[in-house]
């Protein structure tokens, strides 16, 4: 590794810290470390690291965790010799709203000529969650065909499904559906720039 990548990863800046953790939390559910000192902040600098693949400032990864847990986003637990530490529920819904916010359609090299749509209809109760969801298809470049009829061309069905289940959506309130044929398509191409 060249000296500047190196410098790169060692003063990697907090909030990505925070974010490499919480990650960490919400793909493995938990994390578990020896605890018996004074070993136990070695211990969880090595876990950390070697899930993080570079090494870092180790009293930033160590601070950083107490942080988490001061403002309730992990808890630690003790039994016997071993530190068990995971997302509160505080946490999980910080570490999905990251995962939203990291939401990307790719584009292949090669459209398949199919349209993804997006039907949704969000009762009042949950206007907020529309607006919001509404704003991400925005973000994620769906094209408006209707109100509430969203389109995309290229592959979206995993982001559409992690976009349901994190809004709490049922099949009624959200479909996903392709099709070859959506009739008139010139805008549509035109907004997407295909052919």
Request: net charge positive; charged share 35%; aromatic share 14%.
């Amino acid at each position: 590794m060249g000296l500047k990548k190196y410098k790169y990863y060692f003063k990697k800046p907090r909030s990505q810290i925070v974010k490499d953790i919480l990650t960490w939390l919400a793909i493995s559910g938990m994390i578990y470390i020896a605890a018996s000192s004074p070993y136990f902040a070695r211990n969880l600098i090595k876990a950390y690291q070697k899930r993080n693949k570079y090494p870092r400032n180790k009293n930033k990864i160590i601070n950083t965790f107490y942080n988490l847990k001061r403002q309730g986003l992990i808890e630690f637990r003790m039994v016997g010799k071993q530190l068990y530490i995971k997302l509160t529920e505080k946490g999980k819904t910080k570490a999905n709203w990251m995962q939203i916010d990291e939401l990307e359609i790719k584009k292949p090299k090669k459209w398949d000529r199919k349209y993804r749509l997006a039907i949704f209809d969000i009762s009042q109760l949950k206007k907020l969650y529309r607006e919001v969801f509404r704003g991400k298809l925005k973000e994620l470049g769906f094209y408006c065909l209707q109100k509430s009829v969203w389109l995309h061309v290229f592959d979206c069905r995993a982001e559409i499904e992690l976009l349901k289940e994190f809004f709490g959506l049922s099949d009624d309130e959200l479909r996903f559906i392709i099709t070859n044929d959506i009739g008139p398509d010139e805008k549509v191409k035109k907004f997407f720039k295909l052919e």
